[in-house]
Every structure is written in structure tokens, then in C-alpha cells.
């Protein structure tokens, strides 16, 4: 997009799209998410395009919403997830790309969709990283997408080609009919029935009153730099800033990067980070999520992380597009599944993420994890403004994340600093890097830097 004389919001609009077709065990355009957008005029604004709860115009929770537990086999660990028809909440993402396009966008929509309906149609080649997380997602992708994800039932291998000839001619006329086929025409009717007849809360009321939300994100400074991220109502910015604050107040830009004392205050940030998430008692989600930075020459930069939880199983005939499962999450729902009032926007821990100083924008970043977001971003913004660390090497250095019983820990730290670590905390030390840390992939426009976080199967591009 940018060479073909695009902007950052173009390009990173385009990454959308085509995220959807590449990573459908991360993201969907049936899915949610947010997008920060600096301009070179210096407009700023959050698009707020997370989930709503379903339910408007139906006459009372009458039904059961259909769940259907699944169980997913983690390394060393299984959990239950809650898919099925009755945990799809109002999607946003397709509604936000276009909004986005259309606010900020420079080339036509059809230039932006053309990459994404290519893959979709030509098959993308699977990498090993998704090739494993399809693998575990299978029970779920296969319920009502096997003729998608599962076509000799089983995931698709590392090397084969993964094709959704419904999602291309999806994108394909999405030019002409600018998605209200997805929320108020043939598609939206489709949906809607199928929802009712699988007992499922999403209404024909619900798709047509989706609006994407245009937010002032949320400031705060640390040391010289000013910092905006996600605001309220959802967390993850929130608590983004906290540790910030946190680290504002330590002297851990005069310690040695991953020495003993340096790893222990870090530490101590992320335990308080996750204790002023408990006492907060707020609610949100982003499990399986992907994120995209992008700046250009004009100094226009954006920051987008999308999610489409695990997926439902529900599959939208005709266009290849799975709806996502957020309604299913019980992280998401401390009161009960189904206990919000239809039309409330979602909280969500995705903390898209700009830094600048006088100068303008120097850092870009954002990350997926579910709650190792917060760590994922507080970790790799200290570690370029603190200490300068180029940012291939701040992405790519181990991390931590405090998950309330253990200090979770990457390798790479000397054993002098894991014994500090180990002083004060239960420590588990991974064998090797992981998905679980977040993938950060970030940006810094003035110092000719990017970086795609490998945990993720991240890739960055600068464009001469």
C-alpha cells in the first residue's frame, strides 16, 4: 500500500484484511478490536470497533443460548472454552476497517482489499506457528468451518495452503456494497436466522445499530515522553499507564538492563500492575490476538490490535467470515455469562500504543496476549525510552508476567538474576520463548526501526 502511494492507514487497513484471511486462529472480520491513529496534522483518536452484547429488540433472554464447551490441549495443560451459535457478541472489525478507510484512507477501497481477496482465493501457505495454533483450535474451527479450516479433517500442515474462496468473493464485492450486505442486507438476514434458529442472541437489531466509536485516547507521561493508549472503559491502557507511573518513580534507567536489580523492580511493577487489575475488579478479554503497526513518510502513524477470541464454530454462509465467541469467555463475565444488558460496548486488555517526545512519534507498538498485553508493551516501551535499546533487540529480549501465583520467565536472564528473582518470588522458567509472552510489533518512525515480534510469527517491512 505504501508504495503504491498510500498512507499508514491504508496500509495498516489492508494488514487487516489480509490478517483475517492469514491468521483465522487470531483474528476474523467477524471479530473486535481498536485502532490508534496519529495524523501528520496531529489529530489524534482511538476507534473503539470491540464486540457489543447482543440482544437488542428480542423480547427477553427467553432462550438458552447455545453453548458448547470445548476443550483445548495446551502444552502441559487443557482448558475449557464455551463456543457455539450463544457466545457470538456484535462484530466490529469489518465495521472498523471501513470506517477507518473511509475517515483517514487515501487510495480506494478496492486497492485495499485486493492483497487480502488474492490470499483468500489463492490459498496463503501455512507457517508452522499457525500450522500449530490451528492445530489447537481445530475442535472449534472444525464445528461448522470444516469445509474451511479442516477440508481433509484434520488442521492444515505446515507448507500446505489454507484457502477461503467464500471470503474472496466476500472481499471481492466488498467495494461495490461497502458491507452493509454484513450488517443490514442478504448476509445480516442469513446471520440472524441462523442465530435464532441455533439459539444464538445476535438480532437483526444488533447488526444494524453497531457504530464504531471515535475515542480520545488515553495520555500519560513518562520520564520525557508523552504516551497514548486505549482509554476507558476498556483496561488494558489503563493499566498500561499505572505501571508506567510505576517505573516513572524507580531509578531503572541507571541499572544494568536484565541485572539483578533491575529484573527485580521490573518485577515488582508487573505484581503491582496485576494486583491494581484485581482490586479494580473491572471486566475484559483478548485472547487470540494480532496486532499491526505501520508508519509512513508523512508522518501518519497507526496502531491496531484485533482479536476474534477462539472463534465460535459459527461459520456466516456464503462468506467465510467466523464469528467470534466473546460472549462465551467467563474472564469476561465475573457476574454470570449473559448478564450485561444488550447494546454495551465490551472492555477488552488490548492496548494499541504511540510514544513521542517533542519531536513527534518514536515509538508505535502493540501487542496480543490476553493479560500479558499490559506486560508485553509496559516491557519493550521501558526498554527503548530507559535505555535506548534498539528496538528489534527491546522486542526480541526476554520477559516476565506476574500471573498472580508465579513469576512467569523467558529464557535468556544470568543466573545471578533469576536467583534474585527467586528470592522474592515463585518463579517458572520457560525453555523457550513463547507465544504466551504477547507478540509485540512496533515501529520507530525516526530511528528507521521495526520489528515483528518472532513469538508470533511477527514480520516487519521498511519501505524505501
Do not use: C
Not at 466509536?213 to 493499566?239: C, K
Not at 513521542?356 to 509496559?378: C, F, H, N, Q, Y
Not at 523467558?410 to 515463585?426: C, I, N, Y
Amino acid at each position: 500500500m505504501l508504495r503504491d502511494g498510500g498512507n499508514a492507514f491504508d496500509a495498516i487497513v489492508a494488514a487487516g484484511f489480509a490478517a483475517a484471511v492469514a491468521e483465522p486462529g487470531f483474528t476474523s472480520l467477524g471479530g473486535g478490536g481498536f485502532l490508534l491513529a496519529r495524523t501528520a496534522e496531529a489529530e489524534e483518536v482511538l476507534f473503539d470497533f470491540f464486540v457489543d452484547t447482543p440482544g437488542r429488540g428480542a423480547p427477553g433472554h427467553d432462550r438458552d443460548p447455545h453453548f458448547l464447551p470445548v476443550t483445548i490441549q495446551f502444552p502441559g495443560s487443557e482448558q475449557v472454552f464455551n463456543v457455539g451459535r450463544g457466545s457470538v457478541a456484535v462484530p466490529g472489525v469489518l465495521a472498523g476497517l471501513l470506517h477507518v478507510h473511509r475517515r483517514l484512507g487515501r487510495l480506494s477501497l478496492r486497492s485495499v482489499v485486493a492483497p487480502a481477496a488474492v490470499l483468500a482465493r489463492g490459498g496463503v501457505v501455512v507457517t508452522g506457528l499457525q500450522a500449530y495454533v490451528l492445530g489447537l483450535l481445530t475442535p472449534i474451527l472444525g464445528l461448522e468451518g470444516g469445509h474451511l479450516y479442516t477440508p481433509s479433517g484434520r488442521a492444515p500442515a505446515e507448507g500446505e495452503r489454507l484457502r477461503n474462496p467464500d471470503l474472496a468473493a466476500f472481499l471481492e464485492a466488498l467495494p461495490e456494497d461497502g458491507g452493509s450486505r454484513f450488517y443490514s442486507g442478504e448476509l445480516a438476514a442469513r446471520i440472524v436466522g441462523d442465530m435464532h434458529q441455533g439459539q444464538g442472541l445476535l438480532t437483526a437489531d444488533d447488526l444494524a445499530a453497531y457504530r464504531v466509536l471515535e475515542r480520545e485516547p488515553l495520555e500519560v507521561e513518562y520520564r520525557d515522553r508523552r504516551v497514548l493508549t486505549n482509554p476507558a472503559p476498556s483496561w488494558g491502557g489503563g493499566l498500561v499507564a499505572f505501571g508506567l507511573d510505576e517505573l516513572a518513580r524507580s531509578d531503572l534507567p541507571r541499572l544494568e538492563p536484565d541485572g539483578p536489580e533491575h529484573a527485580v523492580a521490573l518485577a515488582a511493577t508487573l505484581e503491582a500492575m496485576e494486583r491494581h487489575h484485581v482490586e479494580a475488579a473491572v471486566r475484559g478479554f483478548s485472547r487470540g490476538t494480532t496486532h499491526a503497526s505501520v508508519a509512513d513518510a508523512h508522518g501518519n502513524v497507526a496502531s491496531m490490535t484485533t482479536s476474534n477470541g477462539e472463534g465460535s464454530g459459527y461459520v456466516v454462509p456464503g462468506a467465510g467470515i467466523m464469528l467470534n465467541n466473546m460472549l462465551g469467555e467467563d474472564d469476561l463475565h465475573p457476574d454470570g455469562f449473559h448478564s450485561s444488558p444488550p447494546g454495551q460496548r465490551v472492555a477488552s486488555m488490548m492496548s494499541p500504543s504511540l510514544i513521542e517526545d517533542e519531536a513527534g512519534p518514536d515509538l508505535v507498538l502493540g501487542s496480543g496476549g490476553s493479560k500479558r498485553i499490559r506486560t508485553a508493551v509496559l516491557q519493550v516501551a521501558q526498554r527503548s525510552v530507559d535505555f535506548g535499546t534498539p528496538l528489534p533487540q527491546a522486542v526480541a529480549a526476554p520477559r516476565m508476567h506476574w500471573d498472580g501465583e508465579v513469576l512467569q520467565v523467558e529464557p535468556g536472564l544470568a543466573e545471578a538474576t533469576l536467583a534474585a528473582l527467586r528470592h522474592r518470588w515463585p518463579v517458572n522458567l520457560w525453555p523457550e520463548s513463547n507465544l504466551y509472552f504477547g507478540g509485540v510489533h512496533a515501529v520507530a518512525p525516526r530511528h528507521g526501526q521495526a520489528a515483528g515480534d518472532a513469538r508470533r510469527g511477527g514480520a516487519a517491512q521498511i519501505v524505501a
